[in-house]
């Protein structure tokens, strides 16, 4: 028989934290899961630490892989998961509440949800409670929910129904900021959707983790790569509000591909990268002048350190372009 939910934990060289990553999954009450931990080629004792657990408890089901990323970790664990629903933590992470994944499934179960989302707390460097803006226990479908809600990327604060997922043929891209590239491909054919206002899980913050590596052209590469799939939906979508959400998050990557290229002048090929995506965009002339006039607010703001009224006329149509576009 099935397990009720899947817990996916892709592990890279995080030894540290583990240890308590896996302690908080295997003494949750909802004993009917199973863990699939995914080593990606950890060049630490992490490997020493999963063989441990899993000589130990059998709902431990160990893969070993050569590195090549958290997308293709969950993809491994994805791929073999057989529970009715899918968590995927990260694993320097770790469950607040013993009851966190019992809550969570009963939830989704009885309100036969494709998505369940839900609060988590910060811990590390930066502690503090985050609290959603999504309005609590409303169900919804994936594209209001999106409209919606604040945004957050993160796989980790999520409950997935499998079958729902397979329906998608959904899989992560292999890419840095794939929880960016996957978060609109994850939500858009979902038809129940709700939000748990409720603090359930741990995120560490570490200077050394992924995220926060020093920049380089895959993260350029990742960016482009979230922007295109972006473009893609935006293309496709007919739905009114959902195509205004796609276009403000596609200025938003578009953005921030552009300030990190002004910042990181040792990849000078990121300003062809950069010209390329605009070219491919599915927008009106008129998007493209916005675009051009956000560019003349960056280099004013952020580069040359002028006063965002330094310019009014750019500062105005910036504006405008927030209000109206």
């Given amino acids: ?57 059998s709902r431990i089901i160990l893969f070993n892989k050569e590195n090549n990323g958290v997308g293709s970790a969950r993809n491994t664990g994805l791929q073999q998961a057989k529970g009715e629903y899918i968590f995927i933590s990260d694993s320097d992470d770790y ?12 939830t989704a179960s009885e309100q036969n ?6 609060d988590f707390t910060l811990v590390g460097e930066i502690e503090s409670e985050y609290r959603s803006k999504s309005k609590a226990n ?39 900021y794939e929880d960016d590239e996957s978060l609109p491909r994850l939500y858009i054919n979902a038809s ?18 992924i995220m926060r590596q020093k920049i380089s052209l895959k993260h350029f590469h990742g960016l482009a790569a979230v922007i295109a799939s972006y473009n893609t939906l935006f293309q496709k979508e007919s739905h009114s509000g959902f195509r205004k959400y796609l276009k403000k998050r596609l200025y ?35 998007d493209l002048f916005f675009i051009h006039n956000d560019e003349k607010f960056i280099v004013s703001t952020q580069i040359k350190n002028e006063n965002k009224f330094a310019h009014p006329m750019i500062y105005t149509f910036r504006k405008l372009r927030k209000i109206f576009f």
């Fill in 1 to 57: 028989m099935a397990p009720k939910v899947s817990v996916i934990l892709p592990v890279y060289n995080v030894a540290a934290y583990l240890e308590e990553c896996l302690d908080s999954i295997l003494s949750q009450d909802l004993n009917d899961i199973e863990i699939i931990c995914v080593n990606d080629g950890s060049t630490d004792t992490s490997l020493e630490i999963l063989q441990h657990y899993a000589s130990k408890d």
């Fill in 95 to 106: 469950l607040l509440k013993p009851t966190a994944l019992f809550l969570l499934y009963t």
């Fill in 113 to 118: 949800l494709d998505i369940l989302s839900f």
């Fill in 138 to 176: 409303i169900i919804s479908d994936g594209k209001e929910f999106l409209i919606q809600s604040d945004n957050i990327v993160m796989v980790w604060n999520k409950l997935y129904k499998r079958s729902y997922l397979d329906s998608i043929h959904f899989l992560y891209a292999e890419i840095i």
């Fill in 192 to 209: 129940r959707v709700m939000h748990l206002d409720t603090l359930l899980y741990a995120y560490r913050q570490r200077s050394n983790s």
């Fill in 252 to 286: 938003d990557y578009l953005f921030r591909f552009y300030y990190l290229s002004l910042n990181y002048r040792e990849f000078p090929e990121t300003a062809q990268i950069y010209n390329e995506i605009k070219r491919n965009l599915s927008l009106s002339k008129l």
